[in-house]
T-cell receptor, first 115, second 115 residues
Framework: GDSVTQMEGPVTLSEEAFLTINCTYTATGYPSLFWYVQYPGEGLQLLLKATKADDKGSNKGFEATYRKETTSFHLEKGSVQVSDSAVYFCALSDKGGTSYGKLTFGQGTILTVHP | ETGVTQTPRHLVMGMTNKKSLKCEQH?????MYWYKQSAKKPLELMFVYNFKEQTENNSVPSRFSPECPNSSHLFLHLHTLQPEDSALYLCASSPQVSGVGETQYFGPGTRLLVL
């Protein structure tokens, strides 16, 4: 079945540091890929997405490129801020198999940014 | 109000109690979802409704009973829960279930504690 694997957290960085959170996936079809973010005490919000190979999603300085050859969708940001502290979830939506249209999530990565 | 709202935000219940969680979306969407978020585990999809019809029951125990009276409202009725059911319960909506690549919009969740 479909699965998403994220790098283990927590990740702790200083403000203005470079961020990478790795995400790889397994899917039976041609999935769309997402990054969601969950700020403390809130639900999940879409951060960015990509719907086909080589697409790059970007938002709020975050970027991720859909790499079909490596089945990856790593999240990057050049300079993090304290306000980026949150839990980040990689997810996929697959058109194949039994998971049609539904999201499969990774386990989440906690990011803490210190001033 | 806009977006997806959930009530209550926090709930403490005994194992013999009966309670209900409510979700309302103000986005004009046709699909609604219940997810369970437990510590150190990926989000688990519980139920999916599309145009008020249940299209997915992800092997959820019968002590969880969903109800979708219309496309804007979704309930989760709880009875005789176990302590391991303590978690954050998230509701989400999307325009429809069939669209791969569609964004799901999440509510803030209900934090449930079963004593």
């Amino acid at each position: 079945g479909d699965s998403v694997t994220q790098m283990e957290g927590p990740v702790t960085l200083s403000e203005e540091a470079f961020l990478t959170i790795n995400c790889t996936y397994t899917a039976t079809g041609y999935p769309s890929l997402f990054w969601y973010v969950q700020y403390p005490g809130e639900g999940l919000q879409l951060l960015l997405k990509a719907t086909k190979a080589d697409d790059k999603g970007s938002n709020k300085g975050f970027e991720a490129t859909y790499r079909k050859e490596t089945t990856s969708f790593h999240l990057e940001k050049g300079s993090v801020q304290v306000s980026d502290s949150a839990v980040y979830f990689c997810a996929l939506s697959d058109k194949g198999g039994t998971s049609y249209g539904k999201l499969t999530f990774g386990q989440g990565t906690i990011l803490t940014v210190h001033p | 109000e806009t977006g997806v709202t959930q009530t209550p935000r926090h709930l403490v219940m005994g194992m013999t109690n009966k309670k209900s969680l409510k979700c309302e979306q103000h986005l004009g969407h046709n699909a609604m979802y219940w997810y369970k978020q437990s510590a150190k585990k990926p989000l688990e999809l519980m139920f999916v409704y599309n145009f008020k019809e249940q299209t997915e029951n992800n092997s959820v125990p019968s002590r969880f009973s969903p109800e979708c009276p219309n496309s804007s409202h979704l309930f989760l009725h709880l009875h005789t829960l176990q302590p391991e059911d303590s978690a954050l319960y998230l509701c989400a909506s999307s325009p429809q279930v069939s669209g791969v690549g569609e964004t799901q919009y999440f509510g803030p969740g209900t934090r449930l504690l079963v004593l």
